[in-house]
Nanobody
């Protein structure tokens, strides 16, 4: 069983940057694809970015392409989401997931990101 803990969220002005981290414990996630998702108030959770276990492949939602970058450090069992040029519509709770496309993925508890205009 893997436990995922997100950190790095906070309040930032539009145009600013944040770097989210997702630290895994309990078991290594180095062989898992990883993903970031977000859920804004009153909306369904949506995909933001994904990265393959080897980091050779990355995927992004159209809404964040060119602004967000997902990366991982398998030695640290950690996945990152660098968010630049933040917009108010990026405001949401951001969740990390291990094996998001498999049955029973692992999820973190989420970290709040608020972007003020």
């Amino acid at each position: 069983q893997a436990q995922l803990v997100e950190s790095g969220g906070g309040l930032v002005q539009a145009g600013g940057s944040l770097r989210l981290s997702c630290a895994a414990s309990g078991r290594t996630v180095s062989s898992y694809d990883m993903g970031w998702f977000r859920q804004a108030p009153g909306k369904e959770r949506e995909f933001v970015a994904g990265i393959s276990w080897s980091a050779h492949n990355t995927w992004y939602a159209d809404s964040v392409k060119g602004r967000f970058t997902i990366s991982r450090d398998n030695a640290k069992n950690t996945v990152y989401l660098q968010m630049n040029s933040l917009k108010p519509e990026d405001t949401a709770v951001y969740y990390c997931a291990a094996n998001p496309n498999k049955p029973n993925p692992y999820w973190g508890q989420g970290t709040q990101v608020t972007v003020s205009s």
